[in-house]
């Protein structure tokens, strides 16, 4: 069993931290609120510590799992950060959505230190983390990843290491692209269905058995057909992934038009209030403006 640091106990991070103390592990745990990190303890045992640098030391590998670039550079370096005090041949595993930029800019520094970096976000949503069925894809060095995937694979259906620091956002960027397009497609074909007068889960029970079927249809149409949107993945985390997506896409010369078009959707959607909707709100919005 390895000695092990989590840094952010969100919707995300608390249940995948937690499969990691069902295992054995020996685990501190670091939030930004600390309540959050007391309660988990109580939770799950282990330890909390008052600052990444603190959750960190003496940890074999430490992983992240907190909201946007800032916040990693945050609990990465500086005075408190986790760099200050990881040793030489420890590994960090990024498991946070960001920018290439900023994976490439804290792959630099914990190479200066040492320190192997793992650029590894999930898809799979909260149910996934509760589940421990996560999907996960992984840029960095082969050494640093097969260490890695001893410990994430606790928490993962599958883990793949896609290709050098940076592969795995860039994976990541793939994923939320698919995404957003599956997502105002099924929007539009429910919409459909309920002004042409059909009966919305009948339609989906046929469609979903043929070549529409997928994911987003079978997890999400019945809470899009009741109108609930208070649970899973939120339209305002959705935004920063797809600005990640385009201002990525500006840089290397990828065409979204399609993506570009359902991040000014999902702006809507927060004008009608609909910041921490789910991000199959996106038929909400087809509703009220139908």
Not at 26 to 41: L, M, Q
Not at 105 to 119: H, P, S, T
Not at 186 to 195: C, D, I, P
Not at 268 to 273: F, L, S
Request: glycine content about 12%; some cysteine.
């Amino acid at each position: 069993m390895a000695k092990l640091a989590f840094l952010g106990l969100g919707v995300m991070g608390g249940p995948m931290a937690g499969h990691l103390a069902s295992a054995g592990h020996d685990v501190t745990v670091y939030n930004r609120t600390a309540a959050k990190a007391r309660a988990w303890v109580e939770k799950h045992g282990g330890a909390f510590a008052a600052t990444p640098r603190d959750a960190a030391a003496g940890a074999d590998m430490v992983m992240a799992c907190v909201g946007n670039d800032d916040d990693l550079r945050s609990v990465c370096v500086g005075p408190d950060g986790a760099f200050a005090s990881m040793a030489d041949g420890s590994i960090f595993v990024d498991h946070t959505t960001v920018s290439d930029a900023v994976t490439q800019e804290l792959f630099a520094v914990a190479a200066e230190k040492g320190i192997g970096f793992v650029d590894a976000p999930v898809s799979g949503g909260q149910a996934g983390a509760e589940n421990g069925q996560l999907s996960i894809m992984c840029g960095g060095q082969q050494t640093h990843y097969d260490a890695a995937e001893k410990i994430i694979t606790t928490y993962a259906k599958l883990c793949r290491r896609i290709g050098d620091s940076g592969a795995g956002q860039m994976t990541k960027m793939c994923n939320q692209i698919a995404i957003a397009g599956l997502v105002q497609g099924l929007s539009e074909a429910l919409h459909f269905a309920q002004k042409a007068g059909l009966d919305g889960e009948a339609v989906v029970e046929v469609i979903s058995q043929g070549a529409a079927g997928s994911w987003q249809m079978a997890n999400r149409y019945k809470t899009m057909l009741a109108d609930a949107y208070d649970h899973g993945f939120a339209v305002d985390w959705m935004r920063k992934d797809l600005a990640i997506c385009l201002k990525t896409a500006d840089e290397n010369g990828a065409s979204l038009p399609v993506t570009a078009l359902v991040d000014q959707f999902y702006k809507d959607v927060q004008k009608m209030g609909g910041n921490r909707w789910d991000t199959s709100s996106l038929l909400k919005r087809l509703s009220e403006i139908g």
